[in-house]
């Protein structure tokens, strides 16, 4: 069976199907190009003296030019790297003129060679603008083995450049968004995050410039001159000695071009994985946990504020924190103001562009809050101060969990902690601990790149927990999740919540995440708060358009009951809903019954056979909704929605305050505990 899967998906690559046809006259002109490539270096590897290659190469003039080529290259890649990384991240960015900036930094690579040198002369030669200066002060650039480094950083420098600068403007910033939000300053960010992300990139640049700078011949003769053993580098030997010395020029070109071939394969490999697989073996065991406990997670020292010191863990957990977030953005045409209670959790809700993300943006310190005000608890964040992200108490989970992949699962969760100042020894305890309080200790020393998205959303809940903050701000962190792994991250969620006291943000666009885990409901339209109340209440009896529309479902609320084969919500006054079975209750703990229009059935009277689900209802509206009926009834003070036929309708005589029998299919309704 394996075998059967594996041959047809995905297909092998030399599957004659898996390859989309080419037409012959289009493979022959490819054969050409090739052999256009690949007959001179052929034709070069015919008059090579193989067998005297040792003694050609170790001749004083073959030693002088290798050792030069060697030593200069050296140099001008490392010059290339500390100064082209540079510039490629300032070019990578938005600023005015940057445009006419990205053209005059690639212009060596179109410009002649044999220019540049000219170019070089003029500035840094005696007569150039610097060279005279220099010159007086005693120090001659043109015509030395600086002039080589110098021609070489020139020619070569731009390969670098453009590489990893177009690697920088494509990147990914989510990563670089979380780890700002976990307190890292400008160069954590830049050296842990950034730098490695674009590691292969820079890779290949590097690559690119020491492959150039090897081959590097116009600029060096006209502005360094050929003089062996101080500017004769392999290629201008190779040129001089051609025609005197044609064996010593051949022995060299052989080895410049073997230099090429493995510098340029080298940009071919998959760096990144490779250095993966070194630094975190498939084979390496997980670190040791199961002894700690989340209640002795060790402290993290919380950012420091002036008008609030600092406060142990165990008594930041007893207190929770109010959150006002009130703000105006005219970009995006967003003004809100939400105010979440201490340890209370709101859900966010809204069509897409409505601004909820915004909002998420402001209270995390990544977007400033114009003429408003972020306030958490008496400390304010934004509006008379900013305080920048990371330094908030405030945790960010957003959609996309943004797992570092180029570290562990427990230098990510350490992050955090390293980045409030731990040791790493401390930050990595705490790591441990709060991977054990997610349930995810198992993961800690898997790369962070080969987890599923229900690990990586667990790990990312406990990175965000790591630094002990004291609101967590949840962008629709399940939304790319199956149902399975969403039920188990909002168990975690509301249980981590509750343990550590935590005032929650969440924006959803899933009935049961508010159902299930919300106090409050905001609802945004175009920009501005439309609706707000409790959840219960919210849900219940909806008060905006969005919200009808979002729950569809009816939801009533009640106290669990039951088993998990036969879950229950007692609904007061005697009135019980079964639930399908296989989902877990708490007896006694509150609870609410979804239940979908269609699986709601109208009768004038209970039906024989006593199904399980049969409530007295009054109708209260009665809507066409396309080739339906919608009907609204109200049981025992609960709002029911049904869905029937109009026929049904007419035969009822389905009007207001009929009063008629709700028959509910148990296996179609959802039980789901409310944190
Ligand atoms: N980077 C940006 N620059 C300018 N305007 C933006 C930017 N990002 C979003 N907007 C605009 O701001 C408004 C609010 O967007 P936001 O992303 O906050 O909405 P949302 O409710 O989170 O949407 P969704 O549910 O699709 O995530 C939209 O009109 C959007 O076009």
Known sequence: MTLARTALWPLPRRSRAARAPLPLTVALLGLAGAALIILPLAGMGTRVAWGRLPELLSSPSATAALGLSLRTCL????????????????????????????????????????????????????????????DAWGMRIAFSTTAVVIAQVFVAMPFLVVTLEAALRSRDERAEMIARTLGAGPWRLLVRITLPMVGPALARGTALALGRGLGEFGATIAFAGSKEGVTRTMPLAIYLQREEDTATALALAVVLIAAAALVVGATTVPWGTLLQRWLLPAGRSPAPSGTEHP??????????????????????????????????????????????????????????????????????????????????????????????????????????????????????????????????????????????????????????????????ARVAL???????????????????????????????????????????????????????????????????????????????????????????????????????????????????????????????????ALIPPEAVALYEEAPSGSPRNALPAVVRTVERSGALVSVGLESGGHRLAASVTAAAVAQLGIAPDRELIAIIKAVEVRVVPRG
Do not use: Y
């Open 75 to 134: 140099a001008s890649t490392t010059i290339c790297v500390l100064l082209g990384a540079p510039l490629a991240l300032l070019l990578s960015r938005q600023w005015r003129g940057v445009r006419l900036a990205r053209v005059l930094a690639v212009l060596p690579m179109t410009m002649p060679p044999v220019v540049a040198g000219i170019a070089l002369l003029a500035t840094l030669g005696k007569k150039g603008v610097l060279g005279g200066v220099l």
């Open 295 to 456: 209640s002795a997670l060790p402290p993290v020292p919380m950012p420091a504020s002036q008008d609030e010191p600092a406060l142990p863990h165990t008594q930041r957990n007893a207190r929770r924190l109010p959150l006002t977030i009130s703000f105006t953005s005219a970009e995006r045409d967003v003004s809100v103001c939400l105010e979440i209670g201490a340890g209370r959790r709101l859900a966010l809700i809204g069509p897409n562009g409505s601004g909820k993300s915004t909002a998420c943006l402001v209270a995390a310190g990544l977007l400033d809050a114009t003429g408003g005000e972020v306030r958490l608890g008496e400390r304010v964040l934004d509006g008379t101060g900013f305080v920048p992200a990371g330094q908030r108490g405030i945790a960010l989970l957003s959609q996309e969990p943004g797992i570092f992949a180029h570290m562990s699962v427990l230098e990510n969760v350490a992050f955090g902690p390293r980045c409030q100042g731990l040791g790493r020894r401390a930050a990595r305890e705490r790591a441990r601990a709060e991977l054990v309080a997610v349930g995810a200790e198992h993961l800690a020393g898997r790369s962070g790149g080969a987890l599923s998205g229900g690990q990586a």
């Open 462 to 592: 406990a990175r965000a927990l790591a630094t002990s903050p004291r609101a967590l701000i949840l962008d629709e962190p399940m939304a790319a999740l199956d149902a399975g792994a969403r039920q188990e991250m909002r168990s975690l969620v509301t249980r981590r919540a509750s343990e550590e006291g935590l005032t929650v943000l969440l924006v959803t666009h899933d009935v049961l995440d508010i159902a299930s885990l919300a106090d409050d409901v905001v609802v945004l339209e175009a920009g501005r708060v439309v609706e707000r109340g409790e959840a219960a209440r919210v849900l219940s009896a909806p008060g905006s358009d969005f919200t009808a529309r979002l729950t569809g479902m009816s939801i009533l609320m009640g106290t669990a009951a039951g088993s998990r084969e036969d879950p229950r919500v007692d609904l007061g006054a005697g009135m019980v809903i079964h639930g399908r079975p296989d989902q877990e209750v708490r007896e006694g703990e509150p609870a609410a």
